[in-house]
């Protein structure tokens, strides 16, 4: 047997095509067919006549954004690492070396074509066969903002540091008329009588630390006095923070807010715990699991959530056809929401709160006589209580948005007390505009139910996907423009895996 020679330092005559060294089926170039789709001439000729070192081409830039978020979201430095190192990522990036704060640099200032790119990748994914617009669902789930509960302010204190950073810029002000333009001729300045910045800063630490409550400065106050004091530039900049902070506040209707993410919003999560949260919604096609709409809002609560997510869909696959079925929880069942699924011809199923007690297997036993227990008939549009008495409609009210039932034979039924209690006859009361309470009677319907219950073998593995595979516990950025480009790229890199999979299951 011959031994070979070791051939680390070996010179390499010709060049190497890449490509030769990638697997054909290698996820690398299903990237490259999604930006190869979109178009980069606006984007191109707002750097290519530009002063100053040649930028990047955006088109290669996403190609390793695109890439890092298929293989799980990676850091800026770790692109620039595996760009260097990563035969895949040398290829995407044509054998440059972009550093990690050109990468962060991107996702910042071209969050559209990260935008683009996650349409791109549902148009692939109905070229495959793997988009059906039959049914879509859609839900909500709260993630961990990158907002410090310990790092928070309020009212008080922002009224307390508004004033104190309002004083000091006056007496600045002052300081200057009194030292005049640096001539000559002003007064020196170890003659006026007046205390630094530094000196105020101090002295309301010392105070603080004496007084009790909403009168003393909170770790979070003392670190905005701290970058105050470096010089007049840094005043100013704290005090539009400030401003910045009050106006969240209000917006937010909470008593406390975020101070190094101050769009985020106190939010209950399923372990019900209070955190700082984003609340991210997302709608998916039932056939293969593709998302088409994805994205995160600062609201506590899912009600207004449903009609935004239904035009994002829209804007990313077009109009949706009649009677596409939508289905969503009880959290988005309001007056709103169901108007606009029936002005839109939309089939929605949108679950009713006995629905979800149901389903949740939340037994009425211990109140056998609760609304839920009561059985609503469509055809004649009564309720049948427990006992098997029939409640007539007896009247609408509130402009038909409150209904009630109810039945004369209440005052000859053995269990009118524990049902009706201290008064004459038991009333069901049905809330809501005509639509909402539409939607109600469809899913007391078990076809309806049926088809409802597609809601959460669709939406709730990708859920799990995201957290469990692609680690989405808490957001790595702040400010809900960044974090909404942050959730783009979850988005996208979930569908590249399906149309991946899809694209390898059989070869």
């Given amino acids: 047997m011959v031994l070979k020679d070791d051939p680390i330092d070996q010179q390499l005559l010709v060049p190497i095509d890449l490509k030769n060294l990638i697997p054909d089926n290698h996820p690398c170039y299903l990237i490259q067919n999604i930006v190869e789709r979109i178009d980069f001439t606006d984007i191109d000729d707002k750097y290519r006549f530009t002063a100053g070192a040649h930028a990047y081409s955006r088109k290669m830039l996403l190609r390793l954004v695109l890439m890092s978020s298929f293989d799980g979201g990676l850091s800026g430095r770790e692109v620039e690492r595996r760009s260097r190192t990563d035969i895949a990522y040398m290829y995407l990036a044509g054998m ?3 550093d990690f704060r050109t990468i962060n640099r991107f996702k910042v200032e071209e969050s559209e074509l990260i935008d683009e790119a996650f349409k791109k990748s549902i148009l692939v994914a109905k070229e495959q066969g793997l988009v059906k617009i039959n049914h879509i669902a859609i839900d909500g789930t709260k993630i961990k903002a990158k907002a410090s509960i310990n790092n928070i302010t309020d009212e008080k204190q922002l009224e307390m540091l508004k004033k104190i950073l309002k004083d000091s810029i006056e007496l600045d002000e002052e300081e200057d008329r009194l030292l005049g333009d640096e001539s000559g001729n002003e007064i020196p300045k170890n003659l006026i009588n007046k205390e630094s910045f530094d000196e105020i800063y101090d002295k309301l630490i010392d105070d603080s630390s004496k007084s009790k409550n909403d009168s003393k400065f909170k770790l979070s106050s003392k670190k905005l006095l701290k970058k105050a004091i470096k010089d007049k530039k840094s ?10 902070l009050e106006d969240e506040l209000k917006k937010s209707n909470q008593k406390t807010i975020s101070v190094n993410d101050p769009e985020t919003r106190w939010m209950l999560n399923k372990k019900s715990q209070w955190e700082f949260d984003y609340n991210l919604q997302i709608g998916v096609d039932d056939f293969k699991g593709i998302m088409l709409s994805i994205g995160i809002s600062n609201n506590p609560t899912d009600f207004n959530e449903l009609i935004p997510q239904i035009i994002q869909i829209e804007e990313n696959i077009g109009e949706l056809p009649e009677n596409t079925q939508i289905s969503a929880d009880n959290g988005y069942s309001t007056d709103e929401n169901m108007e606009y699924l029936e002005e839109h011809q939309l089939d929605g199923y949108i679950s009713s709160r006995k629905l979800s007690r149901k389903l949740k297997n939340i037994n009425n036993i211990e109140k056998p006589y609760s609304k839920d227990n ?9 309720y049948i ?13 509130e402009n038909g948005k409150k ?14 007390e524990k049902c009706a209690g ?30 409802y219950k597609k809601r959460s073998k669709t939406v709730e593995w990708p859920f799990g996907n995201m957290k469990r595979n692609l680690k989405l516990t808490e957001f790595n950025t702040t400010g809900i423009k960044r974090t ?3 959730t783009k790229l979850i988005g996208i890199s979930h569908n590249l895996k399906r149309i991946y999979k899809e694209i390898n299951k059989n070869n």
């Fill in 96 to 98: 440059q070396n972009p």
């Fill in 235 to 244: 005043h100013e900049k704290v005090l539009n923070k400030i401003n910045y």
């Fill in 385 to 397: 209580c427990p006992e098997g008495q029939i409640l007539d409609k007896k009247g609408q009210y």
């Fill in 484 to 486: 909404q480009t942050e």
């Fill in 422 to 451: 201290k008064y004459r006859y038991r009333t069901i009361t049905d809330y809501g505009n005509p639509s909402k309470i539409r939607m109600q009677r469809k899913m007391e319907e078990k076809w309806a139910q049926k088809i």
């Fill in 374 to 382: 009561f059985t609503f008939n469509v055809e004649k549009n009564t």
């Fill in 403 to 416: 209904t009630v039932y109810w039945t004369n034979n209440c005052k000859y039924c053995l269990k009118k």
